[in-house]
T-cell receptor
Framework: DGGITQSPKYLFRKEGQNVTLSCEQNLNHDAMYWYRQDPGQGLRLIYYSQIVNDFQKGDIAEGYSVSREKKESFPLTVTSAQKNPTAFYLC?????????????FGQGTRLTVV | RKEVEQDPGPFNVPEGATVAFNCTYSNSASQSFFWYRQDCRKEPKLLMSVYSSGNEDGRFTAQLNRASQYISLLIRDSKLSDSATYLC????????????FGRGTSLIVHP
């Protein structure tokens, strides 16, 4: 089955730690995105990548880093510089053609700082 | 002004009611429009795309009004299982088709 897989589902981070969230897709999509969702809030764009080995900052990139070494993979690292990382993190992908731009999501990673 | 705006609700309706949500967008160059459904503590799932001519899928009807820059979602004969948050998403070629989401509208269908 084609889809997007995020892991882990739940993640606990200690103060000062870096953690990496995994996102893998087998939909052959060029574009991949990371969003953050806080309770009662919409989705805010952290980073996006439209092609392998290229990525761009979104609206709230500070304290986060990404890589796109393979088309299928777009991991997100939440660094210690992110002061309020507790949130629901969603990875998405899309084919990004002019007529087919809908995004599909992974199941999300719920990150909690302890 | 936010790029994509939705009334957060909640919309509290009885089973069988018809309910409609609107979503306004600020970028007149937007070309792609979608409605997503998000259940509590789950990921958003695509409900339907919104075409210029409007589209219908069973009890759900989506429409686009380019002149006034909004999209709408109409749900007829509401079911308890329709209770969820409904997110609209908009993308534009100038923005590399990156989906921009509204904060969602909460729907609660009660017996």
């Amino acid at each position: 089955d084609g889809g997007i897989t995020q892991s882990p589902k739940y993640l606990f981070r200690k103060e000062g730690q870096n953690v990496t969230l995994s996102c893998e897709q087998n939909l052959n999509h060029d574009a991949m995105y990371w969003y953050r969702q806080d309770p009662g809030q919409g989705l805010r764009l952290i980073y996006y990548s439209q092609i392998v080995n290229d990525f761009q900052k979104g609206d709230i990139a500070e304290g986060y880093s990404v890589s796109r070494e393979k088309k299928e993979s777009f991991p997100l690292t939440v660094t210690s510089a992110q002061k309020n990382p507790t949130a629901f993190y969603l990875c998405a992908s899309s084919s990004r053609t002019a007529t087919n731009t809908e995004a599909f999501f992974g199941q999300g990673t719920r990150l909690t700082v302890v | 002004r936010k790029e994509v705006e939705q009334d957060p609700g909640p919309f509290n309706v009885p089973e069988g009611a018809t309910v409609a949500f609107n979503c306004t967008y600020s970028n007149s160059a937007s070309q792609s429009f979608f409605w997503y459904r998000q259940d509590c503590r789950k990921e958003p799932k695509l409900l339907m795309s919104v075409y210029s001519s409007g589209n219908e899928d069973g009890r759900f009807t989506a429409q686009l009004n380019r002149a006034s820059q909004y999209i709408s979602l109409l749900i007829r004969d509401s079911k308890l299982s329709d209770s969820a948050t409904y997110l609209c998403a908009v993308s534009a070629p100038g923005g590399s088709y990156i989906p921009t989401f509204g904060r969602g509208t909460s729907l609660i269908v009660h017996p």
